[in-house]
């Protein structure tokens, strides 16, 4: 045929219809192969960056809690009254929207930590003004802070973080 006599409907017969759809299709197919890896690559880094947050804001709390501990028994002794007077607050945790990628078992215990941090909070401070216990809150506080330390071991496993085992044996009077 000649190149200048072509016409729509010449190359429209002449076109490889089975190898064009083929192309078409292993072209969009590749495409979103592509779009899904890049969208599910990003999602797990979302979802480790906010592990790692939790993880290091957990540590923090333990960290906080295992001063309390460490320090009170050699505090009561100097002073005759305890060091804690309440149960720390846990701050430096990511938002609640920002856990949507995490591991949702994961994602429940550690937004629901916060809630069992209130409650030791509330009963440290009932049973000091109430019950005429300053110690509870330095108990709580140890219970409270290997928890913490405990659900951060839990991230850091899941999404592959380096563990803090050096830390965590600094701290063995929560573990004890």
Same mark, same amino acid.
């Given at each position: 045929m000649d190149l200048m006599s072509w016409d729509s409907v010449a190359v429209i017969k002449s076109l490889d219809w089975p190898g064009f759809v083929k192309t078409v299709l292993g072209a969009g197919a590749g495409a979103a192969i592509v779009a899904w890896y890049r969208e599910h690559r990003a999602k797990?880094?979302?979802? #480790?960056?906010?592990? @790692?947050?939790?993880?290091?804001? @957990?540590e923090n709390y333990a960290i906080s809690c295992w001063r309390l501990v460490f320090s009170g028994r050699?505090?009561?002794?100097? #002073?005759?009254?305890p060091l804690?007077?309440? $149960?720390p607050e846990l701050i430096?945790?990511? %938002?609640?929207a920002d856990w949507k990628e995490v591991d949702s078992s994961l994602t429940n215990e550690? @937004? %629901?930590?916060?809630? #069992? $941090?209130s409650i030791a909070q509330i009963l440290s401070d009932? %049973?000091?003004?109430f019950e005429g216990n300053p110690f509870e809150a330095e108990t709580s506080a140890k219970e409270r802070g290997r928890d913490a330390w405990l659900i951060s071991e839990r991230l850091r496993r899941r999404?592959? @973080? #380096?563990?803090r085992d050096e830390e965590k044996k600094r701290l063995e009077e929560l573990f004890e």
């Open positions: 797990k880094e979302r979802a #480790t960056y906010i592990a @790692l947050r939790a993880a290091i804001a @957990l050699a505090h009561y002794e100097q #002073t005759g009254s804690a007077d309440a $149960v430096g945790m990511p %938002s609640d550690a @937004l %629901s930590f916060a809630n #069992t $941090v009932h %049973s000091r003004f999404y592959k @973080l #380096t563990p």
